[in-house]
């Protein structure tokens, strides 16, 4: 779950509670000596630590908001910069029909090929909230933690983005080559849910390129607050929608707010709305009640089962609770219930609800339009699309034929064997720095792994790195470079960790 | 329902409604010669014509704004000295628990004392709206209507209440008596829902001086564009509550916002409020469905369908329907039965819906609040207070006992006979200047009348007064001050209508 990574699909208040869900683990304190072959390696990381802080820096300096359309063409020129400087040989710009992807490789004539996956866009700010403004980069002392960079993108994703690309510096400063190739690609729409990303990897050149992949792999920093890591072998996924009533399209209510006093003899699109939210859950609103919803979902397998059983076992219940403030799971399950439930569950979940008046006490009106915002989860076998279709033939089908659909986003769910060699690779490495990482068959947030994990290519795909941080999505966003707590990597034992993990991808077999 | 008078529980948007209501009405040239014995009084009336829109261009030059604690204070005080100035002997100010009330009596020895109830405040305004600032009460031209005072408050409510005072100021400058005594009660919370009149009204003091009354008045412009009147024989009763589910209060769910992919394990607070909404009415959302709500709902008696049936031939349903927005009635009734609707039923309706996130797009919580407003209109015999009860009763019975009702203003149903003798002496005055008014059984809107037709009192209560004006609530409030149109009365012709009401009054049987 450390890897709920970056989206409006699966926002870091989630990373935020996976953190406490592992709050009481306790972790060996960490010992880590280099293998002997990479100590030269090691000693470029801790001799180019300034240049590797400063770039990552220079990178937050640049805002990239897709949302925004704000410096999206300077922060893809920016890393296409970044990318060339640590080596990569071929740097292309991609046009999609949204933001440009970057499209990058590096051959380093090596026996295997790892894939990337980078995200040079970062969310929205306002600036009033943040203790440091978010483009400084602030180097700033964070109490129990050390000293961390304070900055929109700190964490998500430029920081652990920018530790990689300093592994690369350090290969090449100790005159190494790199144990394996390279292909990256890159998305500038990330924060607002990668809605052409897709168009940029089914692109012919860039298909061929990750076809021949052991694997993709995204930077993050994967470690909690006291050192944990968990280990996610797929994702949920989802689909975001706004049902919008209105009496223009119902064919019925007003097409204008009325005063309210007209309910007496006037349809109301709001009740129009409830009514038919009332049917898309089970009476507590915990179970989706959507026609041939969930149809195609599959149950856990034993081995999933037993996965959770231990991951049940390490977690902290009643840190968990308290980190998402609830005192009852639904249904009023066990703990190891609550997590099958996570991990398995579809849902339909009500982001928003908004209509008529919201301000203030009251004002009689009979609004002509009302809107819910919902979140559909979904597992394997079922696909954003027959969610969306599903979710539609049970509104006709009850009369709300009329009430708009409209998809604002949305992933199918991804898979990755947990024996895969590129996850078999990350074990080791967090097992060579004291970590025994808690493993989950699925995360339930999202992202946009199923465009490498799904047809045509297949791929397994995770996310990996040593370090961390926290805020994203939110002010004061960070990512520890000095870290004071032993448990803890900071910047340079990221870069540690992604050097360790290209040669262990290098070699495993 | 032209009386459907200011307040946040009926906004003027009904008025505006109820304008176009009878939009194709049409009505004979105006004919109105004065009484012989009122000539000398007329006189007056239009001798004093500019000193009567100087009087009410000072009243709305000072704001007073309950909402936002505005010029109260000085809005009274003014209020006070009109009442001193017109002729008015006693003149106290009411404190109460919110702004002060005002209570005034003129003794001018007759037989019979007429109650009148005055609002000193007005709504909030933007300025950036109006194309003439609202408190500068300029003397605009409006086409098709004639020259205009605009301002917040000219016809909401100063320009018919300061009508009202030059009828005094006539009266007394023709060297005449007034043919009533008067008892005036005001109060400067209207705007916000009159949460204190019930404590003004019910001081000994003014209960004594009130219970003697023929019944109350309080001055309106009665008149729809095309010159129309229509006389309601009470209102509606009203509650408006927010409906507030919290994981805080539930005892599940969240007790602040989380990632929503958590929905697989927690409980929604927004899914229990949609859920208890559902129950709230019928699944088609037009039928209230609150147990023990209209119990005490008392049927139309055949005089008041007899009523409704002669004002379904004279209304246009095709221009209600158009200015409603709406091409069905609910249940797809008649124009007659929606008349019928509109008087008679009890409705549950959502003002609003607002919960999570609210904004463009979406965003991935659980939210632990989420809110409905809603506003339920009551006949006789129900009553504010048993309604509530009702409505709290229901969602406990159904395991919505934890959902926060708050009540955010209610008024008692208010009714009148048509035969009582302060509604009889309006038509007489109405018939007099050529308008045949349209009698309904009950205004579909709601007013704090029933302070005064409730108990103890027991009194008739209703609005009259020639003249136009729209845009209560609304940018550009006017109010008309010389009419081009011969089937609208303009101010002078506001004020001969309250001289003739009170010897008609006065002299009625």
Redesign the interface.
């Known amino acids: 779950m450390s890897n ?1 990574n970056s989206s ?4 870091r ?2 990373l935020q ?1 996976s953190t406490a869900l592992a709050a009481a683990l306790t972790l060996p304190p960490h010992v880590w000596t280099a293998p002997p072959d990479l100590a030269p390696i090691y000693a470029q990381i801790e001799r180019r630590h300034d240049e590797t802080v400063q770039r990552l820096q220079e990178w937050i300096h640049q805002p990239s908001i897709a949302a925004e359309n704000r410096g999206v063409e300077e922060g893809c020129e920016l890393t296409m910069r970044l990318l060339r400087d640590a080596g990569f040989t071929q740097v292309t710009k991609l046009p999609s029909s949204g933001q440009p992807g970057i499209f990058a490789t590096l051959d380093a004539g090596a026996r295997r090929t790892l894939g990337l996956y980078f995200m040079y866009d970062v969310k929205q700010v306002d600036p009033a909230e943040w203790s440091s403004p978010p483009w400084d980069a602030a180097l700033v002392d964070k109490s129990g933690l050390g000293k961390v960079v304070m900055g929109r993108g700190a964490v998500n994703q430029k920081g652990p983005e920018a530790a990689f690309l300093a592994a690369l510096h350090a290969i090449r400063g100790a005159g190494r080559k790199l144990p394996v190739n390279l292909v990256l690609v890159a998305e500038g729409e990330e924060e ?1 849910g990668s809605p052409h990303f897709p168009e940029i990897v089914r692109r012919p050149e860039v298909l061929a390129a990750l076809r021949p992949t052991v694997g993709i792999f995204m930077p993050t920093a994967a470690q909690g607050r006291d050192g944990e890591v968990t280990i996610t072998c797929g994702a ?1 996924g ?1 689909i ?3 049902l919008v009533s209105t ?1 223009a399209r119902w ?18 699109p ?6 038919a ?2 049917s898309l ?1 089970s ?4 179970d989706p009640a959507i026609d041939g919803f969930a149809d195609k979902a599959r149950p856990l397998s034993p081995e999933e089962r037993a996965m959770i059983a231990t991951a049940a076992r390490r977690l902290n219940e009643n840190a968990a609770k308290q980190s ?7 249904h009023d ?1 066990s703990w190891t219930e ?2 099958e ?5 579809p ?12 301000g203030p ?8 339009r ?1 809107v819910a ?1 919902l ?1 559909l ?1 979904l597992v394997p076998d079922m696909t954003a699309a027959e969610a969306l279709a599903a979710l539609q033939a049970h509104l006709v089908k009850r009369g709300f034929g009329d009430i708009e659909v409209n998809m ?2 949305g992933y199918d769910p991804t898979s990755t064997p947990r024996d895969a060699m590129v996850i078999r690779a990350q074990e080791a490495v967090y097992g060579r720095a004291g970590i025994d990482p808690i493993f989950l068959p699925r ?4 992202w946009p792994g199923y465009v490498f994990t799904g047809d045509p290519l297949r791929l397994a795909a995770g996310h990996f790195g040593l370090g961390h941080g926290s805020g994203a999505h939110a002010p004061d966003e960070y990512y520890v470079i000095e870290s004071t707590n032993p448990k803890l990597q900071g910047i340079d034992g990221a870069v540690r960790s992604y050097v360790d993990y290209l040669h262990e991808v290098a070699r495993a077999r």
């Open positions: 709920a409006p699909i699966d926002r208040t989630f509670d607002i949920k989802v975001e929608v706004e009496g064919g019925r209510g007003p097409r204008a707010d009325i005063h309210s006093s007209n309910k007496a003899r006037v349809d109301s709001a009740w129009h709305l409830v009514q939210l009332a859950v009476p507590d609103g915990n998402l403030g609830v005192e009852h799971w639904v399950v609550a997590l439930l996570l991990m398995s569950r849902t339909v979940n009500i982001e928003g609800l908004v209509g008529g008046y919201t006490g009251g004002k009689t009106i009979l609004p002509h009302a915002k979140d989860r604002t986003g995360n339930a947030g999202s």
